[in-house]
């Protein structure tokens, strides 16, 4: 019998898998493989969510107008140059629909976020990845590889999995060593997370360029993954396309209602960004007395490289078994390697003590 046959180089893309989220035989989970927000959402958001069950016939507001307007207000941007998406994901499968197709090139770093070659390959381009540094994005090797038929450049910043991030100058060297046809997606899902002063989402280029995306969500610090809510700043003329190619009701009601509700609570906020900091930085130093190496991070992971144990898979399933899930890296290249998101400090200090028991266990 025949069949309709999918356009040439679908069947070549492996489908992205998130992090695993359950483990037979154990009743107690700590979900650690997905980099979701530590301590949930903020009770206001979680109101606005609730408080739309009443309404679940009606369409939401098509143009987001009143999410899009919390957002220039609270970040001080242009109303008009701000996309919304189903997840930031949604948003770099736009891009790529609009700006790149068959024969052309999409560039990433060698350890960049799986979604890249998957949109690429999606629309039929080839994906093209340039040497890091010391897990970090480098940018001459960035430039080095761009040739005519590069359309995107795609930088996570921080990067996922890695946990690096270039400093705002650099950036700015990326996208002024750039043709102006190509696009630069700057991915800034976990921008909310870093604290360090020479760091920049991005916002100050978008302002005086026309060939650049900002790209954000709302899954990580403020926790609201299950709603799939991201959102794009970008220059008029790109923002003009995307909402072209995007569904016309692409961001649900309660996602729009609880997205307000989360910008408002900005104590909240403080409280969950203070949090990661001081428990991340308590877990890379536990973990570091055990003898790994912890990759420094600005998001709300580690990248922790188990070589010395032996191996990183090891060491997963002895968690697993515990109820512990963290992330595999072997689809990033990074086989000696384990991502492991920060939690709830008691969750944290119970990885580290499931760690060290298996180190004695290996001793």
């Known amino acids: 019998m025949t069949a309709p046959v999918p356009r040439p180089g679908i069947l070549e893309i492996a489908p992205y898998i998130g992090g695993e989220a359950s483990s037979e035989g154990v009743s107690r989970l700590i979900r650690l493989a997905s980099n979701e927000g530590a301590l949930g959402p903020s009770p206001r958001a979680a109101a606005a969510y609730q408080a739309l069950a009443g309404e679940l016939h009606r369409y939401p507001d098509g143009g987001s107008s009143a ?6 207000r609270h970040h001080g941007l242009e109303a008009a140059q701000i996309v919304l998406g189903a997840g930031s994901d949604e948003l770099l499968s736009l891009v790529t629909r609009a700006y790149a197709g068959p024969g052309d090139e999409v560039l990433y770093p060698a350890h960049g976020f799986l979604m890249y070659p998957i949109a690429a390959r999606t629309v039929g381009a080839t994906p093209v990845t340039a040497p890091e540094t010391k897990l970090t994005a480098n940018v001459d090797a960035l430039l080095a590889a761009v040739t005519p038929r590069t359309r995107i450049v795609f930088l996570a910043n921080p990067n996922n999995p890695t946990g690096s ?23 800034a899902a976990y921008a909310e997370f870093v604290t360090q002063a020479d760091y920049s989402a991005g916002e100050e280029l978008v302002r005086s360029a026309n060939n650049l995306v900002m790209a954000r969500t709302f899954s990580k610090l403020y926790a609201l993954a299950a709603l799939r809510l ?9 923002a003009g396309v995307l909402h072209r190619v ?24 403080e409280s969950a960004r203070r949090h990661n900091e001081v428990c991340r930085e308590w877990f890379a130093a536990r973990l570091t007395a055990l003898g790994l190496t912890v990759h420094p991070s600005a998001g709300n992971f580690v990248l922790v490289d188990f070589s010395a144990w ?35 400090t ?4 119970e990885v580290a003590e499931a760690l060290a028991a298996y180190r004695e266990g290996r001793s």
């Open 246 to 269: 995007r569904g016309p009701f692409n961001v649900n009601a309660a996602a729009q209602a609880a997205g307000i509700a989360a910008l408002e609570d900005t104590a909240f906020l």
């Open 165 to 187: 991030y270039i400093p705002a100058a650099e950036l700015k060297r990326l996208h002024a060593g750039l043709p102006g046809t190509v696009v630069l997606v700057i991915d």
């Open 346 to 349: 008691d969750e944290m200090h």
């Open 310 to 344: 032996g191996e990183a898979e090891t060491v997963r399933l002895h968690l697993k078994a515990r109820g512990i899930l963290v992330r595999q890296m072997g689809v990033y290249k990074l086989p000696h390697c384990l991502r492991i998101t920060i939690g709830r």
């Open 67 to 72: 999410l899009t307007a919390a957002l220039a």
């Open 230 to 238: 991201g959102w794009a700043y970008c220059s008029p003329e790109i």
